[in-house]
């Protein structure tokens, strides 16, 4: 089946710090990658969707430019938490969506800012 | 706009006993349907979805899930359910067309008794 890994699986950092997150899709080709944010005990959250080649598209209330997408590739997605702060302390999943569009989702990055 | 209700938030099952979860959706069109599993500090793995057709779809692990359109609903089930099934369970909606967008329902935490 179609595996995505996420790198690292766990980050701390110091306050005022970035941190970047990567996604990849390993055996499968994806044009689009999402990014979820997931609090503790919550449901996923829909951050952005990221389209390879092109500017991602930021769910409203997410700020476009603390949270930095790049899709480089069709096989990487970044996500970059820039001016990091606690409140930005969560659990990030990503996603590839396939060419028959389910999504795949990777084990997911615990991302502690102290 | 789409939404998922799981209107379980935890839910208790004896080992062997048969289960059943539940998920309502909203959404305007004939909608994409999946349910997800997610293990402590893990991704989502993918159990099942439905896109058209048979309304009882089967998935991975022995579950499977019926789409009933006259309650919008797509439940999931499992004959026999085994310990190590204990883990958060998440029914999602995606958009027709190409399923780009996922909305979760808030996930029903599972604990099988032995």
């Known amino acids: 089946g179609a595996v995505v890994s996420q790198h690292p699986s766990r980050v701390i950092c110091k306050s005022g710090t970035s941190v970047k997150i990567e996604c990849r899709s390993l055996?499968?080709?994806?044009?689009?990658m999402f990014w979820y944010r997931q609090f503790p005990k919550q449901s996923l959250m829909l951050m952005a969707t990221?389209?390879?080649?092109?500017?991602?598209?930021?769910e409203q209330g997410v700020e476009k430019d603390k949270f930095l997408i790049n899709h480089a590739s069709l096989t990487l997605s970044t996500l970059t938490v820039t001016s990091a702060h606690p409140e930005d302390s969560s659990f990030y999943i990503c996603?590839?969506?396939?060419?028959?569009?389910?999504?795949?989702f990777g084990p997911g990055t615990r991302l502690t800012v102290t | 706009a789409q939404s998922v209700t799981q209107p379980d938030i935890h839910i208790t099952v004896s080992e062997g006993a048969s289960l059943e979860l539940r998920c309502n959706y909203s959404y305007g069109a004939t909608p994409y349907l999946f349910w997800y599993v997610q293990s402590p500090g893990q991704g989502l793995q993918l159990l099942l979805k439905y896109f058209s057709g048979d309304t009882l779809v089967q998935g991975i692990k022995g579950f499977e899930a019926e789409f009933k359109r006259s309650q919008s609903s797509f439940n999931l089930r499992k004959p026999s359910v085994h310990w190590s099934d204990a883990a958060e369970y998440f029914c999602?909606?995606?958009?027709?067309?190409?399923?780009?967008?996922?909305?979760f329902g808030t996930g029903t935490r599972l604990q099988v008794t032995l």
């Open positions: 996603s590839a969506r396939s060419h028959t569009y389910e999504q795949y």
């Open positions: 999602a909606v995606g958009n027709t067309g190409t399923a780009s967008k996922l909305t």
């Open positions: 055996d499968f080709q994806a044009t689009t």
């Open positions: 990221s389209n390879e080649g092109s500017k991602a598209t930021y």
